[in-house]
Each structure stands twice: as structure tokens, then as C-alpha cells.
């Protein structure tokens, strides 16, 4: 069993920037894809970013593209969404996501999820 907890949710203005951190316990990340999806009031869970078991590999979608960064720290069995130049179209509830199967896009591939936190980015 794995237990993520996500955290570095909170309030910023357009162009700022927030980092989110996703902690897992229970068992290592080491040998799981992680990904990021967000879910905005009114709308499906959407795929931001993910990255594969070794760190090697990190996709993006299309609207975080040159803005977001996804990494990992084995040491603090931790995987990081750095998110810069925040548009209000951003303002999400902010989940991680940890599969052993490859990297995927669709929340279905995922089969541990946090709780989830909030990101408001005000105009």
C-alpha cells in the first residue's frame, strides 16, 4: 500500500510561482511512475505532468509546457511539481498519483492516489 500526501497548495497571484510536493509512505517510490492531474470546480480530472520510475523520462501537457517541472528526490521518497508563471486558469485542486505500470496520461493507469490540494491563482 502506498500513501501519498501532497502539500505547497495555497493562494498566488498571476506570474507567481508555488511548489507542490507529493510524500509517499508506506512503501518507496522508487520502482513507480508518479504523476500530477488537477481537477478544476465543474470539470474532469486533467493530466499535468508525469514521470517515470527512474526520473529519466517526464511529460508535460500541453498547457504546463515551459512552465511546470515535475522531478523526484529518492532520498525523501518525494516527487515535486514546481510550477511557475501561474495563469488563473491554473486555480485547481492539485492531486498525485503513483502506478508501477509505464508513465501514463489517463487517471485510470493510477492506483494510488492523494488527497488532493488546493492551488488558487488570483488575476
Known amino acids: 500500500q502506498v500513501r501519498l500526501v501532497e502539500s505547497g497548495g495555497g493562494l498566488v497571484q498571476a506570474g507567481g510561482s508555488l511548489r507542490l510536493s507529493c510524500t509517499a509512505s508506506?512503501?518507496?517510490?522508487?520502482?513507480?511512475?508518479v504523476g500530477w492531474f488537477r481537477q478544476a470546480p465543474g470539470k474532469e480530472r486533467a493530466f499535468v505532468a508525469t514521470?517515470?520510475?527512474?526520473?529519466?523520462?517526464?511529460y508535460n501537457d500541453d498547457s504546463v509546457k515551459g512552465r511546470f517541472t515535475i522531478s523526484r528526490d529518492y532520498a525523501k521518497n518525494t516527487v515535486s511539481l514546481q510550477m511557475t508563471s501561474l495563469k488563473p486558469e491554473d486555480t485547481a485542486v492539485y492531486y498525485c498519483?503513483?502506478?508501477?505500470?509505464?508513465?501514463?496520461?489517463?487517471?485510470?493507469?493510477?492506483?494510488?492516489w492523494g488527497q488532493g490540494t488546493q492551488v488558487t491563482v488570483s488575476s
Open positions: 498519483a503513483a502506478t508501477p505500470k509505464p508513465p501514463a496520461t489517463s487517471p485510470q493507469e493510477y492506483d494510488y
Open positions: 514521470i517515470n520510475s527512474s526520473g529519466r523520462s517526464t
Open positions: 508506506g512503501r518507496t517510490l522508487t520502482r513507480y511512475a
